[in-house]
């Protein structure tokens, strides 16, 4: 019999999880973080994301025997052991501190330069829990300064990210270098094109074969970087499935959620094979529009989440042999005005393909 898999979050990374398992034949079941039902024994339990309520039900899970890597679930949704186990591993991130209690911007600045941020150690992502601090501004640091890191400010060329497996046996697969724009922090269009970062795939695949086994790490990952000149620079590592990877869902054989099934079962994971050029884009903060579903080659993605601004409401993937057809796809999508720049970004790139 197939064992079955507890994903720890019921969000759109849980279900597209779930239907991933449907097709393939695994039993997934999601578990809700604020009250989760304890899994039978025989359970593997994963998680959809890293960050999770503190209670009674999350920590009997903990201490379930089906946990799945409590090593990379242990260290890295806290920045602070995040950056040490990269800095151990001597793996390059951008230059970062601890600050102390009676740390000024000024002391920060001289170590760091005239622009850093300061992250809190847990539970920010997507740029929340975040404060740019720039020498000219003469800001004052929050009180939170010492639950965070302090981080230079990186003037990247292009951020890219390595979404991957490992198996039971060690053994690794990856998808190719994803390119990522961000707008406030937030993704809001990943591109996946054959050859753009060949050059980088072996170097970034190295870097993050080495965190996953130094973790004994089972499943997927994500490894988000800073592209500076020719050089990459980890900005941060996420244990397990990951916005940037949607794209597989129509770029590649096997898409992440299944890779990550598949690691976790000990199932068969041969590479997966590209589809040529993919755009995946993210619809944050906006209401259900039918226009989408006008652009042929649209593949709506839509997790009936409620509405909030700014929210990962849903996303959409273009995929097709000729870059120029995904660029007129992405011309034709309605998107609201502080989209401009991120098409424009992403209609850059392909025309550079085409
Ligand atoms: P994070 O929540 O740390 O993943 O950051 C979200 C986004 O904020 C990143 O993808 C970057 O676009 C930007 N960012 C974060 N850290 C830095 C940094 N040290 N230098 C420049 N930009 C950054």
Known sequence: MTQPIAILGMGQLGWMLSRAGERIGASVQLLDPDAPEQPGPNTLISVESEH?????????????????NPNALDILPNRIQQKTVLDELQLPTAPWCRPKDDDQAKDLHQTLGPDFLLKRARGGYDGRGQLRVKESEATALPNWKTEAIAESAIGFDTEVSLVGARGRDG????????????????LT?????????SALQRTAETMLTKLMDHLDYVGLMAMECFLVG??????EIAPRVHN????????????????????????????????????MVNLLGMEHQREWLAVTGARLYWYNKAHRPGRKMGHINLQHPEPQRIADWLRELPLPADYDESRAWALERLSFEG
């Not at 690794?172 to 922090?185: A, D, K, M, S």
């Not at 269009?189 to 970062?197: D, E, G, N």
């Not at 020719?230 to 900005?235: A, E, R, V, Y």
């Not at 794209?247 to 040529?276: D, K, N, S, V, Y």
């Open 171 to 186: 053994r690794c697969v990856f998808y190719p270098l994803t390119e990522n724009y961000h707008r406030q922090g937030v």
């Open 189 to 197: 269009v990943s591109l996946s094109q054959p050859t753009r970062f």
């Open 244 to 279: 940037s990877g949607h794209w597989t869902q129509e770029g590649a054989t096997i898409c992440q959620f299944e890779l990550h099934l598949r690691a976790l079962l000990g199932w068969p994971m041969p590479q997966p094979e590209t589809r040529g050029t993919t755009a």
């Open 230 to 235: 020719d050089k990459l620079l980890i900005n």
């Open 52 to 68: 999770w309520p503190d209670n009674p039900g999350t920590r009997q899970l903990r201490a379930h025997p089906g946990w799945q």
